[in-house]
């Protein structure tokens, strides 16, 4: 992607597990960035991709399409550079380059799917420029569909980063399928979550986690609906955290769906 001087134009595409969100925004200094437009698909690319390795064909159209509206939106707004990524659901499917491939041919995009090490540092740079990473060293947690990038951060490092299978979307498939979860099947994820993330060799202990990506800024706004917090809340408590968890594990699909907001161009 080339770099220019600012002011310009520029937009990103992220092709997650469960939507594909797009952004254009204007640059108008290294640190000044003015968002212009944004849009997010509930594609769902990880349906049943962790379990078989292989993209749904009727959900690589559903991408395709989204990708046609992202053209759109680089047309409506002649825009010339952007990034266009995609994460865990694409880089683990054996059948990728045929999403990537017919992606290029349909709407003359190109599409990358990037790497763990290459997600994490996004993830820095991210939670970096919202001004977290100030003073002390940071613990972040980009939590996806499909996976689980945690990393220690400071002002441009990261000293340690790994990326585990313990995203959303792949552990509702693998643990729990029914809905709502049955008590066994939580128990099982429990059970499993616990004896996973014991033998995790963190080097450090920061005081501080922060959390990015789009599970968990979902969680966040369906926990400000059940519990009437203002929406510029960005900070939860243990205790709003317990009534997510139990308000997750109580309620089918649908209403957590029809209570989470679903942003469309």
Not at 3 to 17: R, Y
Not at 27 to 51: C, D, K, M, Q
Request: glycine fraction near 4%.
């Amino acid at each position: 992607m080339p770099v220019n001087s600012p002011p310009f134009l520029i937009a990103a595409l992220d092709a997650g597990s469960n939507a594909i969100r797009a952004t254009v925004a204007r640059a108008n200094s290294a640190t000044e960035i003015r968002e212009l437009a944004s849009a997010r698909w509930p594609v769902r690319l990880g349906h049943g991709a962790f379990t078989r390795k292989q993209l749904d064909p009727r959900t690589m159209t559903r991408a395709v399409e989204a990708f046609l509206k992202f053209r759109n939106l680089l047309d409506r707004y002649d825009v010339q550079d952007y990034y266009a990524v995609a994460t865990s659901a694409v880089r683990e499917a054996n059948n990728r380059d045929q999403l990537i491939s017919r992606i290029r041919r349909e709407t003359a995009i190109e599409l990358c799917a990037i790497d763990t090490r290459e997600e994490a540092r996004l993830a820095r740079v991210a939670v970096f420029a919202e001004g977290g990473l100030r003073f002390a060293p940071r613990a972040i947690a980009d939590l996806g569909g499909g996976s689980l990038e945690l990393l220690i951060a400071e002002v441009g490092q990261m000293p340690w980063s790994v990326s585990l299978p313990l995203g959303g979307s792949f552990l509702r498939e693998r643990y729990a399928p029914a809905d709502p979860p049955q008590r066994s099947e939580l128990a099982a994820l429990h059970y499993f979550l616990n004896t996973y993330l014991a033998h995790l060799p963190i080097p450090a202990r920061p005081q501080q986690l922060i959390f990015a990506g789009g599970t968990v800024n979902a969680l966040l706004r369906l926990i400000q609906r059940a519990r009437n917090i203002e929406i510029s809340q960005t900070s939860l408590t243990p205790d709003d955290l317990e009534d997510a968890l139990l308000l997750l594990q109580a309620s089918p699909v649908q209403y957590i769906s029809r209570h989470t907001p679903v942003e469309r161009l």
